[in-house]
């Protein structure tokens, strides 16, 4: 019997995800609505693990991070919650202890692989059964890029446009050992970033020029994401994928106030890709509200493309991963 056999109890593991075609910016801001679907890989070595346990006697839900209270998360991660209590039809009160096994809100999706792991956790815990798609519906309330961590591989966000985001959802789109990708990440600061990504999604489509025409052209950028995928055609992927991160950032540095998610290494990091794909290796790099770089190789770059992302000055440590499954219980 594992620990999530018992009712009441259940501890679940979900892995990190990063966006090759990118969410930035919501349609509804109360149901976490995104404005654009997405299309990102789910990595096996950066995960968060999380328990839940019923706590009957509790008035209020309660939130260990990394061993410490997290008082200042709370009411996002109730409020997540909350939905799943609604279809349990159970008002028990919840403790949550979480732990990242990489930097928390530093720009590595650590509330993605979080929020997936917490609704994983906190079904079973309540013991409900819900299909995958149900699970992506509620997770997308934490977090928009944790839809996508309850499923391992290749994933693709549905914006949908039903107004109670009944039709806003992840899905599978290819399995990861079908195309067994690898990431390369270079960490280039550390600690939290300054402006959250759902702060910076809401200043960008109020204040960037260039917003309306990032949302324009994200179906055509899904197109060629979901094909290059479907075809295994690295070439195409990181020319989307590329293409489609860059203009993410521009529509944020043209906020007011800027938002300048990179530093001095980030870019340096961005060069060094792209001459070595240059050279003629398959890599490309994302990056995303943070200034940590994440290189996409084929099988076999790696170590070159470790060896390179090692020599850039401000490259404080790498971290790597190949691609991995779905949110699971432990
Ligand atoms: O799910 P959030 O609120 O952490 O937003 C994610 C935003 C980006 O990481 C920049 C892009 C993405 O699609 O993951």
């Not at 720009?107 to 995958?132: I, M, Q, Y």
């Not at 309850?150 to 039903?162: D, L, N, Q, T």
């Not at 293409?243 to 961005?270: I, S």
């Given at each position: ?98 732990r990242n096994n990489f ?40 977090s928009g890029s944790a ?184």
């Open positions: 019997m594992t620990t999530s056999d018992r009712h009441g109890r259940a501890v679940a593991r979900a892995g990190a995800n990063f966006a090759l075609v990118k969410y930035w910016g919501k349609a509804d801001e109360r149901l976490n609505v995104p404005a654009v679907g997405s299309i990102s890989i789910t990595l096996d070595a950066l995960f968060t693990e999380t328990e839940v346990e019923l706590a009957p006697k509790q008035r209020s839900d309660e939130i260990v991070l990394d061993g410490k209270r997290r008082d200042e998360d709370l009411a996002k991660i109730t409020a997540c919650v909350d939905l799943l209590r609604r279809k349990a039809g159970i008002d028990t009160r919840v403790r949550v202890a979480s930097p928390t809100g530093a720009g590595l999706a650590s509330s993605a692989s979080g929020f997936a792991a917490l609704v994983r956790a906190a079904e079973a815990a309540f013991g409900l059964t819900l299909s995958p798609r149900e699970r992506s519906i509620v997770a997308r309330q934490g839809a996508r961590s309850i499923f391992g591989g290749f994933v693709e966000m549905h914006a949908g446009s039903a107004p109670d985001g009944s039709d806003s959802f992840a899905e599978p789109l290819l399995e990861s050992t079908a195309w067994p990708l690898e990431v390369v990440i270079a960490v280039t600061a550390k600690g939290e970033k300054e402006v959250g990504s759902r702060s910076g999604m809401t200043r960008s489509a109020s204040s960037s020029p260039y917003y309306a025409a990032w949302v324009a052209g994200q179906p055509p950028d899904l197109a060629a994401g979901r094909a290059a995928i479907r075809a295994r055609d690295f070439a195409a992927l990181a020319d989307v994928a590329e293409h489609n991160c860059l203009k993410m950032h521009a529509a944020a540095l043209a906020a007011r106030p800027p938002l300048v998610y990179w530093n001095g290494a980030t870019v340096e990091c961005l060069h060094a890709v792209r001459r070595l794909r240059a050279g003629g290796v398959p890599v490309f790099f994302t990056i995303d509200a943070g200034p940590q770089l994440k290189a996409v190789c084929a099988p076999g770059a790696r170590a070159e493309v470790e060896r390179t992302l090692r020599a850039v000055p401000g490259v404080l440590e790498l971290l790597a991963s190949t691609l991995g499954r779905g949110a699971e219980l432990r």
